[in-house]
């Protein structure tokens, strides 16, 4: 799901740069900005880098699994959903560094226009599975910002961080067993 939730909004942030633009060049990527030996990743220049940063477990969500109705009676209770926020990086690789703010800047209202995403506004294009999809700035510390960016192992480009709220992965497995509550057999009036 994660996959797809990312995709989906790099698409969306393409689509947004195509027609502000005018130019079918996909200028926004998914990509980490370092390999795993630590050398930078090719073909970044020019782009808007989407990075995952970190995953967090949305704290305000229920964590209770939904029972559903057995085939032989009784309910299944499924395992709860685990309900997560994604915090991505975007940042601008561009060759000097006024066109890296324009683009930025760019990422930055194209999130202020759409902070949220669903099924309805994003008709055919919205993940399966996904009720909805919102983006936050989030402010971060410079010292944070320096963590960030030594932990990615690369060198600092024009950036921000957003956190997407919220992916729900729900395998539907089951976690236990419920039996059918059933009425007890009562009567009204004096006994016999």
């Not at 939730?5 to 900005?33: I, P």
């Not at 309805?120 to 294009?125: I, L």
Request: charged content about 15%; proline content about 6%; glycine content about 10%.
């Amino acid at each position: 799901m994660i996959d797809k939730t990312l995709s989906f909004l790099l698409d969306e942030l393409n689509g947004y740069f195509s027609l502000h633009l005018q130019s079918h060049d996909k200028v926004a990527v998914l990509s980490s900005l370092a390999n795993a030996d630590g050398s930078p990743v090719a073909g970044l220049s020019g782009k808007l880098i989407l990075t995952l940063v970190n995953i967090g477990k949305e704290a305000a969500a229920p964590a209770l699994g939904i029972p559903t109705r057995a085939d032989g009676g009784g309910y299944v209770r499924n395992a709860a959903p685990l309900n997560l926020n994604l915090y991505i990086m975007v940042s601008a690789s561009f060759g000097s560094y006024m066109d890296s703010l324009r683009m930025l800047s760019g990422a930055l209202g194209f999130f202020q226009g759409r902070p949220s995403f669903d099924s309805q506004s994003c008709a055919g294009r919205f993940p399966p599975n996904l009720e909805k999809l919102s983006a936050e700035l989030v402010s971060i510390s410079t010292q944070e910002m320096n963590n960030l960016w030594g932990i990615l192992g690369a060198k600092y480009l024009p950036s921000a961080v957003f956190k997407l709220r919220m992916i729900t992965l729900q395998q539907g497995w089951a976690d236990a067993m419920v039996p059918e509550v059933l009425k007890p057999e009562a009567s009204v009036g004096p006994r016999a």
